[in-house]
T-cell receptor, first 115, second 116 residues
């Protein structure tokens, strides 16, 4: 069965530190990959997405993610975090065996950036 | 991006009553909407897929008689929690799809249900 795993439940960083949040999935077929962010008190927003092509995708606010097919991973990165990046981050694959737009959400990673 | 709006954002009700939550796509038509439930400090769990003009598809373990879903138009889906109990207290979120089969999902702001 398909699944998604986010290894870090809570990450605490100081401003300007580099960020990498792990996301691994288990599925043998084609998969589209999304990262969503939920800022405090706000609804989920799309950070970036991968469908095909260049495995290194860039999203909003300086975030990027790299799809490594051999490792079934889609880790999220940012070279230098800001206090405003404090939020919860969800990795969400779309496994093609299900509904075309149905996403499976990871457990989420709470990022706290200290000023 | 497209806008999805939920109403109410917060609702408190007594045990045994029913509560209706609305999900609207404000600037696009959505033949499919999704309803999620989010427990504190946990991820979103898909409850059901709402299809315009037809019956909703429920995920395993979700009681369809408990969580009634109606998708009567291309811009509105409703979730009714019937005979609510305290364990139904949660954060309910809807989403609707963008263009194409694998397009981005747009999320509502969520509805916090508290059952006393």
């Amino acid at each position: 069965a398909q699944s998604v795993s986010q290894h870090n439940h809570h990450v605490i960083l100081s401003e300007a530190a580099s960020l990498e949040l792990g996301c691994n999935y288990s599925y043998g077929g084609t998969v589209n990959l999304f990262w969503y962010v939920q800022y405090p008190g706000q609804h989920l927003q799309l950070l970036l997405k991968y469908f095909s092509g260049d495995p290194l995708v860039k999203g909003i606010k300086g975030f990027e993610a790299e799809f490594i097919k051999s490792k079934f991973s889609f880790n999220l990165r940012k070279p230098s975090v800001q206090w405003s990046d404090t939020a919860e981050y969800f990795c969400a694959p779309n496994f093609h065996s299900g509904s075309a737009r149905q996403l499976t959400f990871g457990s989420g990673t709470q990022l706290t950036v200290l000023p | 991006g497209a806008v999805v709006s939920q109403h109410p954002s917060r609702v408190i009700c007594k045990s045994g009553t029913s509560v209706k939550i609305e999900c609207r796509s404000l600037d696009f038509q959505a033949t499919t909407m999704f309803w999620y439930r989010q427990f504190p400090k946990q991820s979103l769990m898909l409850m059901a897929t709402s299809n315009e003009g037809s019956k909703a598809t429920y995920e395993q373990g979700v009681e369809k008689d408990k969580f009634l879903i109606n998708h009567a138009s291309l811009t509105l889906s409703t979730l009714t929690v019937t005979s609510a109990h305290p364990e139904d207290s949660s954060f309910y979120i809807c989403s609707a799809g963008g263009t194409g089969n694998t397009g981005e999902l747009f999320f509502g702001e969520g509805s916090r249900l508290t059952v006393l």
